[in-house]
């Protein structure tokens, strides 16, 4: 091994070119410390893109639950003598009312109910609209709507989703007065 090393030596092949301090160039350490502050800042990244991922998910929810609630007031604007139906909606529905069938404005107003229900759930998984009278529409969690029996006429629409908010609350609520 001693020959093999001495004849390196002699023909250069083995000579390491030491850095001198001040020389130009990195070191194993600074590059250790450039990759650790490259990752942390990815690590930051992801983060951020995967908010803003459950952000955008969330804000796309309640602009479902937004057009779900005009598009009931309309129905609520459109059969009036219906209202006490939309206010106490009925276990089943006694009518499919289409274009084909005469419904009573009860039953066309508990089938528009029933139907703007499923397509709200099928559109906002587990979500659950009402009508009611409240004078604080901005308050309530699913289960526990909070509505009064007094004020206007308000659209409440629950669901729970992926929290972004520091205190890790899911439950979230849209509602809309009908004048």
């Known amino acids: 091994m001693l020959v093999l090393q001495k004849?390196?030596?002699?023909?250069?092949?083995?000579?390491?070119?030491?850095?001198?301090?001040?020389?130009?160039?990195?070191?194993?350490?600074?590059?250790?410390?450039?990759?650790?502050?490259f990752s942390l800042g990815l690590a930051g990244f992801a983060a951020l893109l995967l908010s803003s991922i459950i952000g955008s998910a969330q804000a796309q929810r309640e602009g479902i639950a937004a057009m779900a609630a005009a598009s009931l007031?309309?129905?609520?604007?459109?059969?009036?003598?219906?209202l006490h139906?939309?206010?106490?909606?009925?276990?089943?529905?006694?009518?499919?009312?289409?274009?084909?069938?005469?419904?009573?404005?009860?039953?066309?107003?508990d089938y528009d109910f029933r139907l703007w229900q499923l397509e709200l759930a099928d559109s906002i998984p587990n979500a659950r609209g009402l009508v009611c009278h409240d004078e604080t529409p901005q308050d309530g969690v699913e289960g526990n709507s909070q509505c009064d029996g007094a004020g206007p006429l308000v659209i409440k629409i629950f669901w729970n989703g992926q929290s972004t908010e520091a205190n890790g609350s899911n439950q979230y609520r849209f509602a809309l007065e009908i004048s």
Request: net charge positive.
């Open 85 to 109: 139906h939309y206010l106490n909606p009925p276990e089943t529905i006694t009518q499919i009312c289409n274009r084909e069938g005469q419904c009573t404005p009860e039953q066309q107003a």
């Open 73 to 82: 007031a309309e129905q609520i604007r459109l059969n009036p003598g219906g």
């Open 7 to 37: 004849i390196c030596t002699k023909k250069k092949w083995l000579k390491t070119d030491v850095r001198k301090p001040g020389s130009p160039g990195f070191s194993l350490l600074e590059v250790l410390i450039a990759g650790t502050v």
